[in-house]
């Protein structure tokens, strides 16, 4: 063999020796170092040759320091390792926050018959008795007060609203069911136009009365032009003419004089009224047109049909006046409210203390007038 082979046969082998203990420490950097030294040693044998020879301690100590400190790092405990000290630049971390503290139990009592699901529903919406009392809330100004009727003959009143409401159920209000489903609307609303314009004249004089001039004048511009341009009183032109409709009679006019407080009575056929307003009609009777109409057979007729047509526009608060606990207390005391507005109306606005609703305020409700009666004290001999 050559002297030279044999240099570089031994300079690997000592290479290879030199690259077990790497390979334990780490196998990945130990496997570069060896392609690294290997290397060396194919390019400059001779000096491979002398390194092995002289000093094969020096090369032992000559392992790369990365390997060793990472394997040195590996070995250390972990009850070793002191946590980092933050720097003055490093933001100081959260202190550890408490354990919440646990919600007190309320003891359940011997008597509470309650499920859990029913209790944990208590907790969140509350039991029955902690229900808001819109009627028991202090905190709630207190409710308007509205006159009461003036009934100490209730007990014939009642009697006769009993018989008043039989009469209705048995004849009234069949006619003005038949009237509504036969006649068109357009008719039936002629026909209600007809029988306001007639009563134009008596609240003209009755506005006077009063005091209210531009009233009076507006309820005979009203009668004017519906008569005219209206055809009889058929057409409405006078509302399209922004002229207000205001019904008057005497008994507002005794109200308004003075007589303030009335007892209530319900007539035989024709419903609430106050005695008050029973004078009334007794005064306007003489001032009503259809009243002058002298052939009984046009009149009577007439009358009627100025009944069924008034009943006709009181059939949407049939299905309130039936669904009442004590009709003839609804009867009675809506009545009497509406009436008290028609009577004392204008200083309640005046005042800005209008209390009643839209529907009571609303002067085209109907009632009995003077001139459906077809008999009155004041018709003489007729």
Same mark, same amino acid.
């Given at each position: 063999?050559?002297?030279?082979?044999?240099?570089?046969?031994?300079?690997?082998?000592?290479?290879?020796?030199?690259? +077990?203990?790497?390979?334990?420490?780490?196998?990945?950097?130990?496997?570069?170092?060896?392609?690294? @030294?290997?290397?060396?040693?194919?390019?400059?044998? &001779?000096?491979?040759? &002398?390194?092995?020879?002289?000093?094969?301690?020096?090369?032992?100590?000559?392992?790369?320091?990365?390997?060793?400190?990472?394997?040195?790092?590996?070995?250390?405990?972990?009850?070793?390792?002191?946590?980092?000290?933050?720097?003055?630049?490093?933001?100081?971390?959260?202190?550890?926050?408490?354990?919440?503290?646990?919600?007190?139990?309320?003891?359940?009592?011997?008597?509470?018959?309650?499920?859990?699901?029913? $209790?944990?529903?208590?907790?969140?919406?509350?039991?029955?008795?902690?229900?808001?009392?819109?009627?028991?809330?202090?905190?709630?100004? &207190?409710?308007?007060?509205?006159?009461?009727?003036?009934?100490?003959?209730?007990?014939?009143?009642?009697?006769?609203?009993?018989?008043?409401?039989?009469?209705?159920?048995?004849?009234?209000?069949?006619?003005?069911?038949?009237?509504?489903?036969?006649?068109?609307?357009?008719?039936?609303?002629?026909?209600?136009?007809?029988?306001?314009?007639?009563?134009?004249?008596?609240?003209?004089?009755?506005?006077?009365? !009063?005091?209210?001039?531009?009233?009076?004048?507006?309820?005979?511009?009203?009668?004017?032009?519906?008569?005219?341009?209206?055809?009889?009183?058929?057409?409405?032109?006078?509302?399209?003419?922004?002229?207000?409709?205001?019904?008057?009679?005497?008994? !507002?006019?005794?109200? @308004?004089?003075?007589?303030?407080?009335?007892?209530?009575?319900?007539?035989?056929?024709?419903?609430?009224?106050? @005695?008050?307003?029973?004078?009334?009609?007794?005064?306007?009777?003489?001032?009503?047109?259809?009243?002058? @109409?002298?052939?009984?057979?046009?009149?009577?007729?007439? !009358?009627?049909?100025?009944? +069924?047509?008034?009943?006709?526009?009181?059939?949407?608060?049939?299905?309130? $006046?039936?669904?009442?606990?004590?009709?003839?207390?609804?009867?009675?005391?809506?009545?009497?409210?509406?009436?008290?507005?028609?009577?004392?109306?204008?200083?309640?606005?005046?005042?800005?203390?209008?209390?009643?609703?839209?529907?009571?305020?609303?002067?085209?409700?109907?009632?009995?007038?003077?001139?459906?009666?077809?008999?009155?004290?004041?018709?003489?001999?007729?």
């Amino acid at each position: 063999m050559r002297p030279h082979a044999l240099s570089l046969s031994l300079g690997l082998a000592l290479a290879a020796l030199h690259s +077990v203990p790497a390979f334990a420490q780490d196998a990945m950097p130990a496997a570069a170092e060896a392609t690294v @030294v290997s290397a060396a040693a194919q390019n400059e044998p &001779a000096l491979a040759l &002398a390194d092995t020879t002289t000093a094969p301690a020096d090369t032992t100590q000559a392992a790369p320091a990365g390997p060793a400190l990472d394997y040195a790092l590996a070995q250390v405990e972990p009850a070793q390792v002191q946590p980092a000290q933050p720097g003055p630049d490093t933001p100081a971390l959260d202190a550890a926050e408490p354990p919440p503290a646990t919600a007190a139990v309320e003891p359940i009592a011997a008597d509470d018959q309650r499920t859990d699901a029913e $209790r944990d529903f208590d907790a969140l919406y509350g039991t029955p008795a902690q229900e808001y009392d819109p009627v028991a809330d202090p905190t709630l100004p &207190a409710p308007a007060s509205v006159p009461g009727a003036f009934d100490p003959w209730e007990k014939y009143n009642r009697k006769m609203h009993r018989f008043n409401m039989a009469v209705d159920r048995g004849v009234a209000r069949p006619l003005a069911r038949a009237y509504s489903k036969v006649v068109p609307r357009p008719v039936r609303l002629g026909v209600s136009n007809f029988f306001n314009n007639l009563g134009q004249p008596v609240s003209m004089l009755n506005a006077l009365l !009063q005091g209210k001039p531009k009233q009076a004048a507006q309820a005979l511009g009203r009668f004017a032009l519906n008569t005219t341009l209206g055809i009889g009183g058929l057409f409405d032109p006078a509302s399209d003419a922004k002229l207000p409709n205001r019904s008057e009679d005497f008994g !507002q006019t005794l109200g @308004v004089w003075g007589w303030k407080r009335s007892r209530y009575v319900e007539l035989p056929f024709f419903g609430p009224r106050t @005695v008050r307003d029973s004078f009334g009609a007794l005064g306007d009777a003489p001032l009503s047109p259809l009243r002058h @109409v002298e052939r009984d057979r046009i009149r009577i007729p007439l !009358q009627g049909l100025q009944l +069924v047509d008034v009943r006709a526009q009181l059939l949407p608060l049939d299905s309130l $006046r039936d669904g009442a606990e004590d009709e003839y207390a609804l009867v009675r005391d809506s009545w009497s409210q509406r009436r008290d507005y028609q009577i004392f109306g204008d200083r309640l606005d005046k005042n800005g203390d209008t209390a009643l609703p839209e529907y009571l305020q609303d002067d085209s409700n109907p009632s009995v007038p003077a001139d459906a009666m077809p008999v009155m004290p004041t018709d003489g001999g007729r």
